[in-house]
Nanobody
Framework: QVQLVESGGGLVQAGGSLRLSCAAS????????MGWFRQAPGKEREFVAA????????YYADSVKGRFTISRDNAKNTVYLQMNSLKPEDTAVYRC????????????????WGQGTQVTVSS
């Protein structure tokens, strides 16, 4: 397994931007598809975005398509989530995950999870 640590969360006004980072330990980072999930208070965890091992293919939830961009730097063992045009409904704890599937993934496709970083969008 790989250990994951997120950073970059915070408080931002609606319409603003944040960039989340997820640093992975170990030498096998490039062998994993990576994903971002989020969970708002009182709601189930939901998929946000995923990227394949090379970084050449991505997949997004409809709710963030066109606003969020997932990317990765395998030399730095890091995956990113650039979030633009943020809305109050984007408020959640965001967690990155390492797994085997990037296209239409399920939570069960990811075996390693970070602790999460809080994103709060004020109106």
């Amino acid at each position: 397994q790989v250990q994951l640590v997120e950073s970059g969360g915070g408080l931002v006004q609606a319409g603003g931007s944040l960039r989340l980072s997820c640093a992975a330990s170990g030498r096998t980072f490039s062998s994993y598809a990576m994903g971002w999930f989020r969970q708002a208070p009182g709601k189930e965890r939901e998929f946000v975005a995923a990227i394949n091992r090379s970084g050449g293919s991505t997949y997004y939830a409809d709710s963030v398509k066109g606003r969020f961009t997932i990317s990765r730097d395998n030399a730095k063992n890091t995956v990113y989530l650039q979030m633009n045009s943020l809305k109050p409904e984007d408020t959640a704890v965001y967690r990155c995950a390492a797994g085997s599937r990037w296209y239409f993934p399920r939570e069960a496709d990811f075996g390693s999870w970070g602790q999460g970083t809080q994103v709060t969008v004020s109106s």
